[in-house]
């Protein structure tokens, strides 16, 4: 008697903490793990901001112009897998100046000193590119058409005169592009840029006419893009 008596005291108390023991091995609330963005793509249509810093490497004339420039940009890419290729033309203001000064011998009056100007007034390209994407980073290799227009000055006392000319030519580089936000990026590139000769006349100093050769400048720029 006692023997059932226990018994059934013991299947009650089970009885009473089953839900305490079903609650604790619930089974645990299910959180779904975040989803990874989305790697960048950079084929598309883009615009930016450009500007840089330029100096002359040429030994055909006096001149050795340095300077400045900023403009506009404008480009499309193409993408498959990890290679990313594109055409990409530029526009800029430039003030790439230099001054050169020295004696020229003029009719009637002999040796005269006389000063010099020569400015890069604006300049850009139109180049393909190719390169290889690492998600949001781009390293590219970069060539094509390069154009400048360019103004000549002289003066010699009592007298000055100018000459203008659009020069054509080519231009190689590379450079580095990282896409720091879904829809915009930054680059850094080097361009080396080689113009054709171009003949200048002084219509008051006509002693100074001539040529420019080739003129080649060392160029570094920095931009930011919008991709659409």
């Not at 963005?37 to 340095?66: C, Q």
């Not at 020295?102 to 890069?120: E, W």
């Not at 829809?183 to 054709?196: D, H, I, M, N």
Request: charged share 10%; net charge neutral; no cysteine.
């Amino acid at each position: 008697m006692i023997k059932k008596i226990m018994l059934a005291t013991v299947a009650v108390a089970a009885l009473g903490t089953a839900p305490t023991f079903a609650a604790d091995l619930a089974a645990r609330p299910y959180t779904k793990a975040p989803m990874m963005a989305p790697l960048p793509t950079w084929a598309g249509f883009y615009i930016g901001a450009v500007g840089g810093y330029a100096g002359e490497d040429n030994s055909n004339n006096s001149f050795n112009r340095k300077g400045g420039s900023a403009g506009g940009t404008i480009g499309y890419n193409w993408q498959q897998s990890n290679v990313v290729f594109g055409i990409e033309a530029d526009a800029l203001w430039a003030d790439i100046n230099s001054s050169t000064s020295g004696l020229a011998v003029l009719p009637v009056v002999g040796l005269t000193p006389f000063t010099g100007n020569a400015k890069i007034q604006d300049w850009g390209t139109v180049r393909g590119r190719l390169g290889y994407a690492w998600g949001p980073a781009l390293l590219y290799v970069t060539g094509g058409y390069a154009w400048a227009d360019s103004k000549i000055s002289f003066t010699v006392p009592g007298a000055s005169s100018s000459d203008s000319h659009f020069h054509s030519g080519w231009t190689v580089g590379a450079g580095g592009e990282y896409m720091f936000a879904p829809k915009w990026s930054v680059k850094a590139e080097y361009l080396y840029r080689s113009f054709g000769n171009e003949n200048y006349t002084f219509a008051t100093i006509p002693v100074l006419n001539g040529g420019t050769g080739t003129t080649n400048f060392h160029s570094g720029q920095v931009g930011i893009n919008y991709h659409f």
